[in-house]
């Protein structure tokens, strides 16, 4: 039972490289929390990485680790097609979920996920951490302010070289559901729609290679329509020879740009421009110490357990990055 005067005990679900390099500091290094118990499919690699990190459990299955009595809620890291049925899993067992983007492989999935987690009464949140970043809460506030006038342009570009990662399923559609489009492409879409506080209304995607059933892309570009007139635009690529993250901000009275928005732990730098052809000025730029994001988004969510109230980055809000990916992966299906 959780209560205010006891640490709220996290399982992990899908312990594999990033969850122990990331995900498993920030649990232990976030105030009333504890890590209970952690979850890889075969039995004694889990019984292994616990001895090694000093975690009390470890099990074969998410279902084994969801029935230990000792775990309050989990976080799902799993492959991107398993985070559905872990999900479930989890709900039905009582515990509350924090799940990776992308929330789900399609929007079947994640409406299935909502639904099971309100009738249990759980809570459901999907790790969109950039949400806790302050330089991305300070771009939004100058969107709001309307020193940019009105928004033109709103382009977000996240890339690296996919050659480098550990994940062996990262361009197996059956398992990851999408190439960069799901793994990256989602982080800039949800930065995009928080940043401009608008929803998108349509999507045309360029995908390299075009997709097969068994294979996702490497390479996309994807058009967007914002309700309010914005247009948008996501690069998101794994053929690249650096990793390289930007957010751009276009206005008819200025613009704004970040480098490395997604990253926590760094000193970084918003730089504000509301010169023009007729009007030139000094572009202003804001520094900003970016904590780990990670820690940021598990004690929000903590709180929410604690106090019922509301999560920034609840299951709906996964839902409606999931009818984007959706759709921009639709002519492949």
Known sequence: MVTPHTPLRFGIIGFGNFAERTIAPA?????????????????DAARAKAAEHNIPRS??????LAADPDVDAVFIVSANATHCAETIAAA?????????????MD??????????CARQNVRLMVAHMIRFSPMVHRMREVVRSGILGKLVYARADFVYDGRLSRRDWLRDRGVAGGGPVFDIGVHCLD????????EVQDV????????????????????LRFAGGTIGSIFCSYEAPVRRKEIEIMGLEGRMTAGEFTVGDVTAQLHVDT?????????????FQVPNLYI??????VDAVRTGSPLVTPGENGLANQRVLDRALAETR
């Open 296 to 301: 940021k988004e598990i004690s929000h969510f």
């Open 107 to 116: 929007v079947r999935e994640a409406e299935e996920m909502i639904a099971i």
């Open 92 to 104: 039905r067992a009582g515990k509350h979920v924090i799940v990776e983007k992308p929330m789900a």
């Open 59 to 64: 099990y074969a299955t998410a279902e084994d």
């Open 27 to 43: 649990l232990r290094a976030t105030p009333g929390v504890s890590l209970t118990a952690i979850q890889k499919r075969s039995l």
């Open 275 to 287: 010169s023009t052809d007729s009007r030139p000025e000094k572009p202003r730029v804001e520094t």
């Open 204 to 223: 045309r995607a360029v995908l390299n290679p075009s997709p097969s059933a068994s294979r996702t892309e490497d390479t996309a570009q994807l058009g």
């Open 191 to 198: 930065t995009l729609r928080f940043v401009l506080d608008d």
